[in-house]
Nanobody, 126 residues
Framework: VQLVESGGGLVEAGGSLRLSCGTS????????IGWFRQAPGREREGVAY????????FYINSVRGRFTISSDKAKATVFLQMDSLKPEDTAVYLC????????????????????WGQGTQVTVAS
């Protein structure tokens, strides 16, 4: 199983970035893929989750309306389009995966996710 993030970088406040999470080694359609972020001195937080089931994607309140999670099943890749970026969005962004059928609640917690990528740094300058 492998998850590889890309697309991070340095951007000014108000700008946009598009993160990609390329996956391999598991049945993409059977998994929930989540984007998380971790800033220095802060706990890891789930930003957005997506599943191929009928469940709508999940977003934390602080990014709803600014971030959009999507997937390309043919490429087994999940994207996170981040618009109107703010300095407080600065963090390492990681993607993670968990089998959909293993979950009992929605949205899942970080502890539910089994496989993790290494992360990509996003820095938003004020």
């Amino acid at each position: 199983v492998q998850l590889v993030e890309s697309g991070g970088g340095l951007v000014e406040a108000g700008g946009s970035l598009r993160l990609s999470c390329g996956t391999s080694g598991f049945a993409f359609d059977d998994y929930v893929i989540g984007w998380f972020r971790q800033a220095p001195g802060r706990e890891r937080e789930g930003v957005a989750y997506i599943t191929s089931s009928f469940v709508r994607p999940f977003y934390i309140n602080s990014v709803r309306g600014r971030f959009t999670i999507s997937s390309d099943k043919a490429k087994a890749t999940v994207f996170l389009q981040m618009d109107s970026l703010k300095p407080e969005d600065t963090a390492v962004y990681l993607c993670a995966a968990v089998p959909t059928l293993s979950l009992h609640v929605w949205p899942p917690s970080a502890d539910d996710f089994l496989y993790w990528g290494q992360g990509t740094q996003v820095t938003v300058a004020s």
